[in-house]
């Protein structure tokens, strides 16, 4: 059976790799200053399927400006196609972000570049490897709003949406952290925090997310993962601990929305809806069932109607 996986992760990664190259045939993105930021951080080996994710989301929401976040790995010919594809983007380096005194690598270098630029934009942090496969109206309303955004983990973490902190240790977590991972550690330790009863929490997901307009740039995120590294020690600098502040700073913004997990997906090992609007494929069945290559090719067969 391992054989037989083995395979067929192979076989649709080829065929992914194929499809994935007719995004560079698709017209380029026009950048909108309107307040509107996409934001990712990628490197040159997903460029190209980076090209679907951007442009699709900017084909059902026509508004932004693309600003990336290099991991390093960008050639001066990557940066050739960004330019040409995505108007001229702002590309910041990540050596050159300062984390501190929140941990440094495993993403950290995003989040805190988002929370850098939430002071005059309202910035959407887009994942590589997800594609937009329909209207948003969704997204559009929350902009408009000025609401913080978040794709639910899963359909169990959809249905318990935003809760205290305190809830969502007793939840999750009433006897101690049920894995090993920073996530549980983390949230186990929440119920521990002196506001844990006030600051809230959602099993959200940091390959989509949206950050509203906000003064409190670092602030939040900052003082929680203190927090965090008091109780977690080096466990809160492992993969990981960057997607529970991401989800600790929406759920404390005003007013923020839990996208409805029926259109907005995480393609787990599951049937996938009739018509969602946006998947992200996540790594592990990334290639299972096709769907990848599928909505990959629509969506570049979208961009060149």
Not at 13 to 24: C, K
Not at 104 to 121: G, K, M, V, Y
Not at 189 to 217: E, N
Not at 236 to 258: F, H, K, L, M, T
Request: proline fraction near 6%.
């Amino acid at each position: 059976m391992e054989i037989l996986t083995a395979i067929g992760r192979k076989a649709g990664s080829w065929a992914h790799e194929r499809a994935v190259q007719g995004i560079l045939d698709t017209p380029p993105i026009v950048a909108q200053d309107d307040g509107l930021i996409l934001f990712s951080m990628i490197g040159t080996a997903v460029l190209l399927p980076y090209l679907v994710a951007a442009k699709s989301l900017h084909h059902h929401l026509p508004r932004g400006k693309i600003v990336l976040l290099d991991d390093g790995t960008l050639t001066a010919d990557d940066r050739a196609v960004l330019d040409k594809h995505c108007d001229n983007p702002e590309i910041i380096v990540k050596a050159d972000v300062e984390t501190a005194p929140c941990p440094q690598d495993n993403c950290w270098e995003r989040l805190l570049s988002i929370l850098d630029r939430r002071s005059n934009h309202f910035v959407i942090q887009l994942d590589s490897d997800t594609v937009t496969t329909g209207p948003v109206p969704e997204i559009a309303a929350a902009i408009d709003a000025n609401r913080s955004f978040t794709l639910a983990g899963g359909l169990d973490e959809a249905q318990h949406g935003f809760k205290s902190a305190r809830e969502i240790s007793q939840i999750f977590h009433a006897n101690g952290p049920t894995t090993d991972h920073v996530q549980a550690h983390a949230e186990a330790a929440m119920k521990t925090l002196p506001d844990a009863d006030i600051r809230r929490y959602i099993r959200g997901c940091a390959g989509f997310a949206g950050f509203a307009k906000s003064s409190d740039g670092r602030a939040t995120v900052s003082r929680f993962s203190q927090q965090m590294d008091e109780r977690l020690g080096n466990t809160w600098r492992q993969w990981g601990s960057e997607q529970v502040a991401s989800n600790w700073v929406i759920a404390n913004d005003p007013d923020p929305v839990q996208l409805p997990y029926d259109r907005y997906i995480n393609h787990w090992d599951e049937p996938m809806p009739e018509s969602p609007a946006f998947v992200h494929y996540i790594g592990t069945y990334r290639y299972r069932w096709g769907n990848y290559s599928r909505t990959t090719r629509e969506a570049i067969a979208a961009l060149k109607a």
